[in-house]
């Protein structure tokens, strides 16, 4: 019998990106850099974009389609005075409008953006990873065709203005600055999940009677996870799992479970286990759960499995052998 595959990391980990490489680049690169095949990431993000990206390493990439990451930051330069086919400074200029002048003003933008709080739909940019009958928007898009977007429910939960550009200080516009007599607004955004900063960057400037795109872009968190907890490549290149690895429990959003080290066979085999077995010392300090809702069960700190209480035992729903690490 073949063995099973063991890996050296089994974790989660957020890196920063850099401008310049895609999120498939990012992820080859992280498999490079600690030598493990089974690597993933939660959340694309676009070429022209930095930032948080959260990467799952070994058994850890079962956890990235079940992240609850749905809150987004990013600070955005908004450039007025052209939109773009990308609607980012990478796309050839499709349309320009006159930069009416109140939008050098601060008060005004400030105003503006509050209009662009709360549900509202938007239109995905053409250029998106949308699936239109089994066809992505940005193939399409790129052979020329046409595909009828669907407007989608997004939250932007804060759109505060960092300040205004203008004139000459800054590059060209598509080097993420105002060209000319053009005007940029740096702005902070917290957006829930599946909102694109590129389509609020179009709408925004046909709004104040414009044209806009993004000019710069930089996630600055997704969900609990922070610039703060990010390695770069240099760092990754002597991994250290006690130090990069985010918690899995935190990342997830479920309650925890701390299990005496007898229980593991039976986790592991995904038998119940009864209260009795559970570490007494840890269990009421964690998030609560309750029937039917998932939670994290550790076992020697390191994430064993998801399960749900039930019938006073806890029921295995996904089991982790190699065990998870990043629990705090």
């Keep these: 019998m073949a063995r099973k595959r063991t890996s050296a990391y089994n974790c989660l980990i957020a890196v920063d990106k850099p401008v310049g490489c895609t999120s498939h680049d990012m992820v080859s690169r992280v498999r490079r850099l600690v030598g493990e095949r089974r690597v993933g990431h939660a959340g694309t993000l676009d070429p022209l974009a930095s930032g948080v990206m959260v990467i799952g390493i070994g058994q850890a990439t079962r956890l990235l389609g079940r992240l609850t990451l749905d809150e987004k930051s ?3 330069r908004i450039v007025f005075g052209t939109e773009t086919e990308t609607d980012d400074a990478e796309g050839a200029v499709r349309a320009t409008a006159p930069v009416p002048p109140e939008l050098a003003d601060p008060a005004f933008a400030a105003q503006a953006l509050a209009r662009f709080t709360g549900p509202q739909m938007q239109v995905p940019p053409a250029y998106s990873a ?6 992505r928007a940005y193939r399409a898009a790129r052979a020329g065709e046409a595909l009828e977007l669907a407007p989608r429910s997004v939250t932007v939960r804060a759109a505060q203005l960092i300040g205004v550009a203008q004139g000459e200080e800054d590059a060209s516009a598509h080097n993420g600055g105002p060209e000319g007599g053009a005007v940029a607004w740096d702005v902070a955004f917290t957006v829930s999940k ?23 872009l930089r996630r600055t968190a997704s969900g609990c996870v922070t610039l703060a907890r990010c ?3 240099e760092a990754l ?3 250290d799992e ?12 479920v309650g925890r479970v701390d299990l005496l ?10 038998r119940a286990v009864p209260r009795r077995r559970f570490a007494a010392a840890t269990f009421n300090t964690q998030a609560p759960f309750g029937e039917e809702e998932r939670a994290g069960v550790v076992v020697g700190g390191r994430l064993r499995a998801l399960a749900f209480y039930d019938g006073g035992a806890l029921r295995m729903k ?6 998870i690490g990043g629990i705090r």
Excluded: M
């Excluded at 900063?197 to 993004?214: N, P």
């Excluded at 990069?244 to 997830?252: C, E, Q, T």
């Excluded at 080290?261 to 995904?270: F, I, K, Q, T």
């Design 318 to 323: 996904d089991v982790f052998p190699e065990g």
């Design 194 to 216: 599946g909102t694109y900063i590129r389509a609020l960057a179009r709408d925004i400037g046909r709004a104040v009677g414009s044209a806009a795109h993004v000019g710069a």
């Design 231 to 233: 390695a770069d490549e």
């Design 130 to 135: 949308i699936q239109v009958g089994g066809t």
């Design 261 to 270: 080290p007898e229980a593991l066979d039976d986790v592991l085999c995904g």
């Design 74 to 76: 990013y600070v955005a």
């Design 242 to 253: 006690n130090r990069w690895a985010i918690d899995p429990i935190k990342a997830l959003g």
């Design 237 to 239: 290149s002597s991994f």
